[in-house]
Every structure is written in structure tokens, then in C-alpha cells.
């Protein structure tokens, strides 16, 4: 059944990618069995990061008759299979998890394409040139010194290997991976009820805390907000909460929806002892491949939700439990593949939510 275009309502800033994945790369041009052959290539040799692959079968070998979706636990992988109609917006979903997603562009199309210059797919290929839209390279298969002339005139300065050299071939693919910006976000949005006075405002290092944080992010990432419930009359960078009454993980939402292809290094504005030694640490251990890096808190057992790098795959997922009725940051961490960082000295985790606390932050401090 096709759809009428559908009117956007609410502008807001799209995703990077295409329909699988925000670094999808299609290579289409010969057969199938070397179009994978070089897909597993490349996907070994750029572990650990995780590469996924999309393609189809030419015939139906079975279907499945009774259930809609069967999950199989073979020990080494979970096997899926849907019986119901995929749409183009759920295959995101399907490979959110993967770093690269290599597709099969004999079947499908993708947002960045290599092009194998094969004699047995030259006339296939000249039926898909509306499939080339960004082309990375050119790939000549054996006995082939140059690109189809169907090609010349319309593709000048892109680079061209030879399929031997794998080498060259990989190198390029690497070039292609977009790296998620990281920008800063001091979750400030409380009402601060039990110190009885705005945490962002006092001065343990000589400056309100808000500002003292935002300095402290800002040597790291490109560029910081301060997170608040609701704009303020202030001259610092703000982002006010999109995401009513869910706390910090509405500002770790809110900060998603303004930038969903950044990875977010988020800070409570309450741990005065947090200094730049300890996010220099949290930001050499990150592991862009999961969907966080973050402290393990001895204290509580737990990984700690609010010194931590999200990843851009850590939006849908948070939307994805705040669909459950979950809206705590420390359950999506608990329940998801994160990196996981221990500290020779935990203290630094420490916050201060009362005057008591507030006092003795002050005292440890001075020692300091």
C-alpha cells in the first residue's frame, strides 16, 4: 500500500544516516558472493568495532507458517525471524547497537555507496544508477583497469582501488564513520528542596558551581549547557527541559532531542569534589562503541548515571525504557552494554544535597 507524504509537524533535527544506520555503506556491482565475501573482509579486520550486515535472499528457502516472530537461542547468537511486514524506520532500530552497517546494495539502497567494477554486473549496475547518490570509491575486479564508461562522465575525482588492494579499501571505509561531537551538559534542573538553597549558585571553588562546571566540561567538549528545568534569566548556555518532571534523565533526553547525533558527557551539578583529572580519565576510557562510559559508584553497587558519556545510541534506547514506565538513568546503564570505569579513589563521586553535606564538602575541600 503506498502512503501519501506525510506533513512534519514539530521541526526538529533529524538523525544522520540513512534507513539502516548513521554510518551505512552499500557495495553494490558484482555478484553477491563477492559483494559479501568483501562485506566479511572488511568487518574482521575492524574489530572490535561491531559491523553489521543487511541483505536478501534471492529465493525463500522456508517461512515461517505458525509464529509471528520466533527468537532462537543458539548459544553462540540469538537467531530472529519476523514474519510481518518491515518498514523502512524499524530497520534502525534493528541495527542501532552496530558502529558500521555494510549493506548489500544489489538489493538495497544506502546513504554512501562502493561501486565494484565487474563485466558480469555491468549491466545491472547501469539499472541502478539512481542507487548512486554518494559514491565513496570504485573497486575493479580482476581484468579490469578502469570504470565502465557509463560512468566516466558522471563520476570525476573519486577514488578508485584495485579489489586486491583490501588494504587501501579499508583505510577509506574507516575515513567514512562519522564521529559523534561531544558536547557537555550540567544537570542543574533540580529544585535543590533539601539544601534549601540553589546548588548551582554556591561557591565551592570560588565561582557558583554552575559555571565553575560548565568551565570544567568545556575543556573537554565542544561545546556545554547548562541543563534547566525552565529557561533562565542567565547569560550562561541553557537547554531547558523538553521532558516534564523526569528529572535529570528529561535533561539527558532534552539535550538528545536538541543534538541526537552527539554523544552527550553529562555532570551533576552537586559533586563538588569532581575534578578535571578524574573527566580526563572517564573521557580517555570511552567507548564510543557501547552505549555508555561511565563510573562504577562502590557506594551504591551501581554503575553512577550522572557522570557519564552517552552515546547517540543511548537516545533511543533511554526513550525505549521511558516507554516501560522507567525514567531512571541508572536502570537504562544497569540493563544496557556500557563501559565501565573503577576509580582508585571513588570520594570524588561524592555529592552534597544538604547543608550538613554542603559543610563538610567545604571542610574536605580546604584540606585539599
Known sequence: MTLKAHNKHAKLQKVDGGSFHRNEIAILGAPCSIVNKLAKDIAAALRPLS??????????????????????????????????????????????????????????????????????????????????????????????????????????????????????????????????????????GGKSMRMGEDKGKIAYHGKPQREYMLELLDTFCEESFLSVARQQELSLPQLADRFDGLGPYGGILSAFQHDPNASWLTVATDIPLLDESTLKLLVEKRNSSKVATCFYNPETDFPEPLITIWEPRAYARMLYFLSLGYSCPRKVLINSDIELIKLSDAGVLDNANTPEEKKAMMSRLKRD
Do not use: C
Request: hydrophobic letters at 40%.
Open 51 to 188: 559491523v553489521a550486515f543487511a541483505d536478501a535472499a534471492h529465493q525463500s528457502k522456508e517461512e515461517i507458517d505458525t509464529f509471528s516472530l520466533e527468537i532462537t537461542d543458539n548459544i553462540s547468537h540469538y537467531a530472529h525471524r519476523f514474519k510481518s511486514e518491515h518498514y523502512e524506520y524499524d530497520r534502525r532500530a534493528l541495527f542501532e547497537l552496530a558502529d558500521l552497517v555494510l549493506v548489500n546494495g544489489n538489493h538495497f539502497k544506502a546513504e554512501k555507496q562502493w561501486v565494484i567494477i565487474n563485466e558480469k554486473k555491468k549491466e545491472s549496475l547501469q539499472r541502478k544508477l539512481d542507487r548512486l547518490t554518494n559514491v565513496i570509491g570504485f573497486i575493479l575486479d580482476n581484468g579490469h583497469d578502469d570504470i565502465h564508461d557509463y560512468l566516466k562522465e558522471s563520476f570525476i575525482d573519486i577514488p578508485v582501488f584495485s579489489l586486491d588492494n583490501f588494504e587501501g579499501i579499508l583505510m577509506h571505509t574507516q575515513k567514512q564513520l562519522r564521529k559523534p561531537a561531544l558536547k557537555g551538559l550540567v544537570l542543574a
